[in-house]
């Protein structure tokens, strides 16, 4: 070997932090699936955009695989039933796990059914022109399954002047616990390297890197065997430091580019794309089939059974914590990773297209008290886009939310928690961003 390859650095950005991973609990659990849900909830806003318009009515039949919902709009994308069954009802205003009510389709499950796919015959891809391929992934229902769920066709469509030269596949799964894009790249490796190849011809980009944190180098190795060496496609192992599978973090790692402020991948002529994303394209696109379960990651102290499980969309999180089990009466839930995900109050809601993983903690496990600031400057060192968490918090304490925003970069923040995290103080300052950036939006729409 070169002194050079040796000595070479491995791609990483500045700041970040070093949580602990907590991922041997499940990272080497194949994924497995659990029983169908008796009761599948199914919000019509499962993605950035309008939300989907129900094209059933109550009391209808319905196979698994069949579409129940059209896009309400073009950041949008449509809604597949995840069971054979009967629609029980619409239109309730159902919890979710971002918050707001969202209205519903529920089906209740025909517990004798097969729950096979049969709806829909398969189709040559190779025969589709790029045109073809952004209409089929709009129809699949496809959104960013990293977490994002922003609805994928609409990246294939860069804004008009902008051109996607490069592909970024988003392998990094920086968050403690999760291990499911782990489990997908060892072993829905060909689906994903399909995935990639339709996303290429889509976009028309020139070639495409999968960036993978170095704490998983099987799977680095696994996909480096599955491609040919002369490959548009490669794989690149970057720090293993969070937030590196944030878009921007990453593509700074590998390319070596900064996304300008308040700008988009493509203003580089790049597109982000998480590896489970493109592992379900490439699996359902040929059979033409749309999204209707997803690898979920169930994981933290408090779940009796962790492991990566293939989970209808739809299935109530009480549901799933039933059959995982939890080792205390009180426990907190997060849906996502403990870093960016969202505390729920209630286990009445559905795991959705976005929903990458559900931690459990015992409950006085994440109890602490707040303390005011001591100027430590922890929380500067840490942020990996060098906004000043410090200042932006006591300006939310003080309410100045407008200069937060205009002269603190409040909207270039986005919400990784790294602040929060290292705050010795225990400030929650990742949620004051958030309350801060609402209720800017807020003033500007009702203004
Ligand atoms: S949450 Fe925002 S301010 Fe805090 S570290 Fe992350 S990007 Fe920086
Ligand atoms: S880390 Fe916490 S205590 Fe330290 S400067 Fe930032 S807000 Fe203040």
Same mark, same amino acid.
């Given at each position: 070997?070169?002194?050079?390859?040796?000595?070479?650095?491995?791609? &990483?950005?500045?700041?970040?932090?070093?949580?602990?991973?907590?991922?041997?609990?499940?990272?080497?659990?194949?994924?497995?699936?659990?029983?169908?849900?008796?009761?599948? %909830?199914?919000?019509?806003?499962?993605?950035?955009?309008?939300?989907?318009?129900?094209?059933?009515?109550?009391?209808?039949?319905?196979?698994?695989?069949?579409?129940?919902?059209?896009?309400?709009?073009?950041?949008?994308?449509?809604?597949? @039933?995840?069971?054979?069954?009967?629609?029980?009802?619409?239109?309730?205003?159902?919890?979710?796990?971002?918050?707001?009510?969202?209205?519903?389709? %529920?089906?209740?499950?025909?517990?004798?059914?097969?729950?096979?796919?049969?709806?829909?015959?398969?189709?040559?891809? =190779?025969?589709? &022109?790029?045109?073809?391929?952004?209409?089929?992934?709009?129809?699949?229902?496809?959104?960013?399954?990293?977490?994002?769920?922003?609805?994928?066709?609409?990246?294939?469509?860069?804004?008009?002047?902008?051109?996607?030269?490069?592909?970024?596949?988003?392998?990094?799964?920086?968050?403690?616990?999760? $291990?499911?894009?782990?489990?997908?790249?060892?072993?829905?490796?060909?689906?994903?390297?399909?995935? %990639?190849?339709?996303?290429?011809?889509?976009?028309?980009?020139?070639?495409?890197?999968?960036?993978?944190?170095?704490?998983?180098?099987?799977?680095?190795?696994?996909?480096?065997?599955?491609?040919? $060496?002369?490959?548009?496609?490669?794989?690149?192992?970057?720090?293993?430091?969070?937030?590196?599978?944030?878009?921007?973090?990453?593509?700074? @790692?590998?390319? =070596?580019?900064?996304?300008?402020?308040?700008?988009?991948?493509?203003?580089?002529?790049?597109? /982000?794309?998480?590896?489970?994303?493109?592992?379900?394209?490439?699996?359902?696109?040929?059979?033409?089939?749309?999204?209707?379960?997803?690898?979920? &990651?169930?994981?933290?102290?408090?779940?009796?059974?962790?492991?990566?499980? +293939?989970?209808?969309?739809?299935?109530?999180?009480?549901?799933?914590?039933?059959?995982?089990? $939890?080792?205390?009466? @009180? &426990?907190?839930?997060?849906?996502?990773?403990?870093?960016?995900?969202?505390?729920?109050?209630?286990? =009445?809601?559905?795991?959705?297209?976005?929903?990458?993983?559900?931690?459990?903690?015992?409950?006085?496990?994440?109890?602490?008290?707040?303390?005011?600031?001591?100027?430590?400057?922890?929380?500067?060192?840490?942020?990996? %886009? +060098?906004?000043?968490?410090?200042? +932006?918090?006591?300006?939310?304490?003080?309410?100045?939310?407008? $200069?937060?925003?205009?002269?603190?970069?409040?909207?270039?923040?986005?919400?990784?928690?790294?602040?929060?995290? /290292?705050?010795?103080?225990?400030?929650?300052?990742?949620?004051?961003?958030?309350?801060?950036?609402?209720?800017?939006?807020?003033?500007?729409?009702?203004?």
């Amino acid at each position: 070997m070169k002194l050079s390859a040796i000595f070479r650095r491995r791609k &990483t950005f500045n700041h970040g932090i070093h949580p602990m991973e907590h991922k041997a609990l499940t990272a080497g659990l194949p994924v497995r699936r659990l029983f169908f849900a008796p009761k599948m %909830i199914i919000p019509l806003s499962q993605h950035r955009g309008a939300p989907g318009i129900p094209l059933v009515k109550v009391g209808q039949e319905v196979v698994r695989g069949e579409p129940i919902a059209k896009a309400g709009g073009f950041v949008s994308v449509p809604m597949h @039933s995840p069971v054979t069954g009967v629609v029980r009802s619409i239109d309730e205003l159902v919890a979710t796990a971002e918050g707001p009510k969202a209205r519903a389709i %529920i089906i209740e499950t025909y517990p004798a059914a097969t729950q096979e796919v049969l709806y829909q015959a398969p189709i040559d891809v =190779d025969a589709m &022109t790029a045109e073809e391929l952004v209409k089929a992934v709009q129809a699949c229902g496809m959104v960013g399954l990293g977490g994002a769920a922003f609805p994928s066709h609409v990246k294939l469509l860069p804004p008009e002047g902008k051109q996607i030269d490069i592909l970024i596949i988003n392998g990094c799964e920086c968050e403690p616990y999760l $291990t499911c894009d782990h489990r997908v790249m060892l072993e829905q490796t060909d689906c994903m390297i399909r995935g %990639i190849r339709m996303v290429i011809k889509a976009t028309g980009a020139k070639r495409a890197i999968i960036g993978v944190e170095d704490n998983k180098l099987d799977a680095v190795a696994h996909i480096k065997t599955a491609l040919p $060496t002369d490959s548009e496609i490669t794989v690149e192992a970057v720090v293993t430091k969070y937030p590196q599978g944030a878009e921007k973090m990453l593509i700074t @790692s590998l390319l =070596d580019k900064e996304v300008p402020s308040g700008g988009i991948p493509a203003d580089i002529g790049v597109a /982000v794309y998480n590896v489970g994303t493109m592992a379900q394209l490439g699996e359902l696109i040929p059979k033409s089939r749309g999204l209707i379960e997803r690898v979920v &990651t169930v994981s933290g102290p408090g779940a009796k059974k962790p492991g990566n499980y +293939l989970v209808p969309i739809g299935t109530p999180l009480r549901f799933l914590m039933e059959q995982v089990g $939890t080792t205390s009466e @009180s &426990t907190e839930v997060i849906m996502g990773g403990p870093m960016m995900g969202m505390s729920v109050a209630s286990q =009445d809601v559905a795991i959705t297209k976005g929903v990458s993983g559900v931690v459990v903690f015992e409950r006085d496990e994440r109890d602490h008290p707040v303390y005011p600031c001591i100027k430590c400057g922890a929380c500067l060192d840490a942020c990996p %886009i +060098l906004l000043n968490p410090s200042m +932006l918090g006591q300006l939310a304490g003080v309410r100045q939310y407008e $200069t937060m925003a205009q002269e603190y970069h409040l909207n270039d923040c986005f919400e990784c928690g790294s602040c929060s995290y /290292v705050c010795p103080s225990n400030i929650p300052l990742t949620q004051y961003f958030r309350i801060a950036k609402a209720i800017n939006r807020e003033a500007k729409t009702a203004a």
